[in-house]
């Protein structure tokens, strides 16, 4: 039997594991970054208000002119089949929960997730 020989260029397995953990932490670091900046975007919107405080990668936000227009932002935002939102209650208000932690989402998926809120 002759040995495998090992390519020059290989990487041992330890080396691929510690950079794929990098890679994660990494990107954990660039959602948790995405949360302030969507957050500002519906603060400074007088139409909104954010009804929530938001840790980790989730803003919780509604229509300053109530719930039915709110679920309805929602029910047209999902209607596009270009983002998917859900909805929760606080303090019994309807608001919809825009969560930005997942590893593919990038700052471009959620300035234009922003953008078709903001204009529907």
């Known amino acids: 039997m002759v040995p495998e020989r090992e390519h020059p ?9 510690e950079a794929h953990s990098l890679g994660v932490l990494r990107g954990a670091a660039e959602q948790v970054a995405m949360d302030p900046r969507f957050r500002e975007c519906v603060e400074v919107d007088s139409r909104f ?3 929530a405080p938001t840790p980790l990668s989730r803003v919780c936000f509604a229509l300053r002119a109530g719930d039915e227009q709110t679920e309805a932002l929602l029910e047209r935002a999902n209607d596009t089949g270009r983002i998917f939102i859900t909805h929760t ?7 919809i929960r825009l969560a930005i932690g997942q590893t ?13 809120l903001r204009t529907e």
């Not at 209650?89 to 608001?95: C, L, P």
């Not at 593919?104 to 078709?116: C, F, K, N, R, Y």
């Open 104 to 116: 593919m989402v990038s700052e471009q998926h959620v300035l234009e997730a922003w953008e078709l």
């Open 9 to 17: 260029d290989a990487v041992s397995d330890s080396s691929a594991s």
């Open 49 to 51: 208000e954010v009804l």
């Open 89 to 95: 209650r606080i303090r019994g208000r309807y608001a």
